[in-house]
């Protein structure tokens, strides 16, 4: 069963950064398209962004300009940068594997104002 482990959730102020990463226990993480999604206390989970096998990012407009994905094939793990943080990214964030749809563990990120 492939695993994969969010990290770098945090307390931050607003307006900082945080960069989060996405660990696989797949070898073949490099060639899977991997989404990651957050949820916010009493609210739905929600896409935040994806990136494809090739390196093709999309992002949720309430993120996009602040937010950016990237991949390190060889470390099997995807990171997403969050900068200008505001109060209302505050949530769990997970990554999930888009090719056999298996989730993280989350992490929490939280913003104060």
């Known amino acids: 069963q492939v695993q994969l482990v969010e990290s770098g959730g945090g307390l931050v102020q607003a307006g900082e950064s945080l960069r989060l990463s996405c660990a696989a226990s797949?070898?073949?993480?490099?060639?899977?398209?991997v989404g990651w999604y957050r949820q916010a206390p009493g609210k739905q989970r929600e896409w935040v962004a994806h990136?494809?096998?090739?390196?093709?990012?999309n992002f949720a407009d309430s993120v996009k300009g602040r937010f950016t994905i990237s991949r390190d094939n060889a470390k099997n793990t995807v990171y997403l940068q969050m900068n200008s943080l505001k109060s209302e990214d505050t949530a769990t964030y997970y990554c999930?594997?888009?090719?056999?749809?298996?989730w993280g563990q989350g992490t929490q990120v939280t913003v104060s104002s």
């Open positions: 999930r594997d888009l090719n056999t749809g298996v």
């Open positions: 797949d070898r073949f993480f490099s060639s899977k398209s």
């Open positions: 990136v494809s096998s090739g390196g093709t990012a």
